[in-house]
């Protein structure tokens, strides 16, 4: 079955560190997405990419970096720079406006980052 | 630029009650439209789209119509269930933009 997979489902950060949140797709999409949610909150855009080896920063890139080297992978990676990582992370991808632009976007179950 | 704004919630409501969501939405040109829903600790997933004005979308007893002389695509629903209890997304997509502009989300909740 077709899909797109995030893990870990729960990840614990401490004070400093790096994390890398996963995301895989095989519904052979080129545009993929990673948006934060906090409690109670919307979606916010943290990066988005339309091909392999190119992203564009959303509106809270910051403290934040990915990288898209194979098609069906997009990871994020949390840096210490970001001072209130607490939060679900959700990755999604669909066609390319391009190929699409109708066309809808598919979801992970998301990531739940809380900083100990 | 492009945006789409969303009745504000909770909107708490008793089984089988009518359900009516708003949204409008602008942007340029003619967008697509989409409602998302998201149950409690999970994803987002597709309800219902429509592509082209006057368009109706409906899956799972939800229906939303593309009126493209107001703006809007408000979500529907004759008889909700406490299993609809989520939140839910309004959406839209654009040509030669691959960004994807959500409203805020409403929270619905069904008391039994």
């Known amino acids: 079955d077709g899909g797109i997979t995030q893990s870990p489902k729960y990840l614990f950060r401490k004070e400093g560190q790096n994390v890398t949140l996963s995301c895989e797709q095989n519904?052979?999409?080129?545009?993929m997405y990673w948006y934060r949610q906090d409690p109670g909150q919307g979606l916010r855009l943290i990066y988005y990419?339309?091909?392999?080896?190119?992203?564009q920063k959303g509106d809270i890139a910051e403290g934040y970096s990915v990288s898209r080297e194979k098609k069906e992978s997009f990871p994020l990676t949390v840096t210490s720079a970001q001072k209130n990582p607490t939060a679900f992370y959700l990755c999604?991808?669909?066609?390319?406006?391009?190929?699409?632009?109708?066309?809808?976007?598919?979801f992970g179950q998301g990531t739940r980052l809380t900083v100990v | 630029g492009n945006s789409v704004t969303q009745m504000e919630g909770p909107v708490t409501l008793s089984e089988e009650a009518f359900l009516t969501i708003n949204c409008t939405y602008t942007?340029?040109?003619?967008?697509?439209l989409f409602w998302y829903v998201q149950y409690p600790g999970e994803g987002l997933q597709l309800l219902l789209k429509?592509?082209?004005?006057?368009d109706k979308g409906s899956n799972k007893g939800f229906e939303a119509t593309y009126r493209k002389e107001t703006t809007s695509f408000h979500l529907e629903k004759g008889s909700v269930q406490v299993s609809d209890s989520a939140v839910y997304f309004c959406?839209?997509?654009?040509?030669?933009?691959?960004?994807?502009?959500f409203g805020k989300g409403t929270r619905l909740h069904i008391l039994p």
């Open positions: 999604a991808s669909r066609l390319t406006a391009g190929q699409g632009w109708d066309t809808e976007a598919f």
């Open positions: 519904l052979n999409h080129d545009a």
């Open positions: 990419s339309h091909i392999v080896n190119d992203f």
């Open positions: 942007a340029t040109g003619y967008p697509s």
């Open positions: 429509a592509t082209k004005a006057d």
């Open positions: 959406a839209l997509t654009v040509n030669r933009d691959d960004k994807i502009i």
